[in-house]
């Protein structure tokens, strides 16, 4: 297929699995093309910890994430606006996200309050109270000037009485509707959530909601707050079929393998999640499907690389002895080269189940991640 065909926020569907809804596509935005199914890296205030963008490009990421709460706070919109927009500001070329910082109210439930207008909560960093609307949102996220812009929902706590998600679900209707009324530019793609908690009825009601809109884009909220993993699969399983064919569709906040691979089974195509860099402050890389803690003394007077079969700098370059001396003198390189690694992990188990729904080998290459036994 030829990409430069496509028209800006155009997803074309390339492959897919005869077993599973597991497919392989390509979508296009104005900063280059996402290959997918794909994770991307998170860079909340406008930078993926501890990596400089050359280092993020050389993991083989192609889309980032950036936070509209956070960098609200820090430094404001304008600042980045008068910069010549969030690529420029962190010198990143390629694909970017903004969520909308719904997530991020949810997280403030002791410091906010919410009602149809929008949220009122206190800064965490001076205190001062912040209204945050759907328009205020999007407002914020026109100066940032990233790619895609997440609609302004309301995340609903795990567990929760069903009254409270099903309000959440209507609010969250209510508010997408405002945000594309809000919408400025044509050179971002307006997203939309589906909300909804664990209840399957009202995930359905909320995505019907949402496609009637026609957006670019769909994803799924409300997972990884809390639900055990057989919750989010169902969860997953059970939403993703509702949203178009022809549209991305991106789980919010997921990033273990096993929970990747049920995904892209049931038919998603982004993920993001802050699992490489955080893994990596506390001394653990990710290999191979496992989880190793380099501070664990049986790899002090290891001299063989972290993983022969990654291509990253890190693991053509150093040791796993050298990576366990400097986590364990807390030396902030051990940060940034574990960082490097796991990012690229990430990335590269994405593209290698792209590469196997291209081949037809998906499920025999990945079953194991298929089942729960």
């Known amino acids: 297929m030829n990409t430069a065909s ?18 392989a596509g390509v979508f296009q935005t104005p900063h280059g093309i996402v ?10 205030l406008a930078n993926v910890k501890t990596v400089t963008p050359a280092q993020l490009a050389e993991t083989g990421a192609q889309m980032v994430l950036a936070n509209t709460y956070h960098l609200h706070l820090q430094p404001g919109e304008s600042i980045v606006e008068k910069a010549g927009g969030l690529h420029k500001f962190m010198n990143w070329p390629g694909p970017m996200l903004t969520d909308s910082g719904g997530f991020q109210v949810f997280s403030l439930s002791e410091l906010r309050e919410i009602n149809d207008e929008g949220v009122t909560f206190r800064s965490p960093r001076d205190g001062h109270f912040i209204h945050l609307t759907p328009e205020k949102s999007i407002e914020i996220q026109n100066a940032l000037g990233a ?42 793609a307006l ?71 049920q995904a892209i089974a049931a038919g998603v195509d982004l993920f993001d999640c802050v699992i490489p860099t955080r893994l990596a402050r506390h001394g653990n890389a990710l290999v191979q499907g496992d989880r190793w803690n380099l501070r ?6 290891d001299f063989t690389p972290l993983d022969p079969t990654c291509p990253c700098y890190t ?17 902030l390189l051990g940060y940034t080269l574990l960082s490097i690694h796991n990012i690229t992990e990430l990335v590269r188990f994405t593209q290698s189940i792209r590469s196997a ?10 079953g194991q991640w298929l089942s729960r036994a």
């Open 296 to 301: 664990n003394q049986k790899f002090r007077e």
């Open 147 to 188: 790619d895609v812009i997440m609609a302004f929902d309301e995340c609903a706590p795990y567990p929760a009485q069903r009254q409270t998600i099903e309000d959440a679900v209507h609010r969250t209707t209510r508010w997408l509707k405002r945000c594309a009324q809000a919408h400025q530019r044509s050179d971002q």
């Open 191 to 261: 997203f939309g959530i589906v909300q909804g908690g664990v209840h399957l009825d009202l995930r359905q009601l909320s995505a019907q909601a949402l496609v009637e809109l026609d957006l670019p884009g769909y994803a799924i909220g409300g997972v990884s707050v809390g639900e055990p993993p057989e919750l989010i699969e169902a969860i997953v399983q059970a939403t993703t079929p509702l949203l178009p064919h022809n549209k991305p569709r991106y789980l919010m906040g997921v990033g273990t393998y096993r929970e990747m691979v």
């Open 35 to 44: 290959e997918t199914p794909r994770f991307m890296p998170v860079g909340t």
């Open 357 to 366: 729904i291209q081949a037809g080998t998906f499920v025999e290459q990945f």
């Open 6 to 23: 496509l028209k800006p926020f155009q997803f074309e569907c390339q492959a897919q699995c005869c077993q599973t809804k597991a497919r």
């Open 315 to 331: 693991c053509r370059s150093f040791t796993r002895g050298y990576l366990s001396h400097l986590l364990r003198s807390r030396e």
